[in-house]
């Protein structure tokens, strides 16, 4: 039977047997198997983890094990990083090869390319440019990092990050994420006029001359389609309605955003702040949605709200359902591996260097 056809008759199955198929296989396969599973799965795919956590986390924690298989319920860029960082024995899948990341594809290496080629008709960006990669991001994009003296950063060492690569070189040129890199220059005192935006579809990313060569930080014009949809009212209402309520955003929302919140920080830190604190705290959290139903599940003594009235779902992230687990299951059983993840050798190596000087700061 081939893939499509298997996950058609999966969909037609009741759930609660197929649950019950998972289970039975997973523990058929025991530790020829280690299934990574990030804090924004869908709640049924969630279960099944035996790590979770946030993508790099969950890529280290896979490297710590012998185990020869790897399912990561994640998207592509969190498999493509397992892949780098774990032993060449081990195979990595994706259980549905088009859980892609919208802001990953918003930089891509033929951009970036030219994006260097760009900058070097105004100054040397070999020798002044330190080029750094959110996590959110292919490998190529990891490898550039490693082959230009570059660094990988995340969410929550963003700020170490920028620090090192200011050491080595006057300016950062950082991708993907505008909002991340904005976010934490503005903690770090970075003026507004020492940091400009990269538009790629524009020559010269639509600056000037004279405005690359005064900047210290080149923000690459990308985003996260959830959390560019949390907005300034959305916290003004929540503290019209709820006395008291502490509003919570991640990094990669807009700087109007983390400016009016209470609290900025990755999403394991976000998890670790709702978790401290008292009973009866008051939260509204401007970050993923199954991330934060699940908060509510876990601290029902702490009132939780999602911060927008809309639903900010990752919908690339929800594309790993029960029935995409099932069959990566089986694959393995079968000794027929499908949707594994396979980042080439050249690029490995370059893109391990990117993560290993990131690494080394820890």
């Not at 940091?195 to 005064?214: F, K, Q, T, V, Y």
């Not at 300034?232 to 991640?250: K, P």
């Not at 299951?329 to 290993?356: C, F, M, Y």
């Amino acid at each position: 039977m081939n893939a499509q056809a298997l996950l058609e008759q999966l969909y037609d199955t009741p759930e609660s047997e197929l649950i019950a198929q998972i289970k039975q296989l997973r523990a058929d396969l025991g530790d020829q198997v280690l299934i990574l599973g990030h804090h924004y799965q869908r709640e049924e795919v969630f279960a099944f983890a035996d790590i979770t956590g946030d993508s790099l986390k969950l890529s280290q924690k896979a490297a710590e094990t012998d185990a020869p298989n790897i399912i990561f319920c994640g998207v592509h860029f969190m498999a493509e990083t397992a892949d780098i960082l774990t032993a060449p024995h081990q195979v990595v899948l994706l259980p549905d090869l088009a859980a892609g990341c919208s802001m990953a594809d918003m930089a891509d290496d033929e951009q970036v390319n030219r994006c260097w080629r760009e900058l070097s008709e105004v100054i040397n960006p070999d020798e002044c440019v330190t080029p750094v990669t959110y996590i959110n991001s292919t490998a190529a994009l990891k490898s550039f990092c490693g082959e230009h003296g570059g660094i990988v950063c995340t969410s929550g060492n963003a700020r170490k990050i920028l620090e090192w690569s200011w050491a080595q070189r006057e300016k950062i040129l950082f991708f993907p994420d505008q909002h991340l890199g904005e976010n934490t220059a503005v903690t770090m005192g970075i003026p507004d006029d020492q940091m400009i935006i990269w538009d790629p579809a524009l020559p010269m990313g639509g600056n000037s001359r004279d405005a690359i060569e005064h900047a210290r930080l080149i923000l690459w014009k990308g985003f996260c389609s959830v959390h560019q949809l949390f907005k300034t009212e959305h916290a003004d209402t929540m503290r019209r309605n709820h006395d008291g309520i502490e509003i919570l955003a991640h990094p990669e929302c807009s700087r109007a955003v983390c400016e009016t919140a209470d609290f900025v920080g990755s999403t394991e830190m976000i998890i670790k702040h709702v978790a401290e604190a008292p009973a009866g705290s008051k939260f509204a959290i401007a970050t993923e949605l199954n991330l934060v139903n699940r908060l509510r599940l876990q601290f029902p003594d702490k009132p939780i709200w999602f911060l927008s009235p809309m639903v900010c779902m990752c919908s690339t992230m929800f594309r790993t359902d029960p029935q995409h687990l099932y069959a990566a299951l089986l694959s393995i059983r079968d000794g027929n591996i499908t949707h594994q993840i396979i980042v080439p050798d050249n690029q490995k190596r370059l893109a391990k260097l990117a993560l290993e000087r990131m690494l080394s700061l820890a």
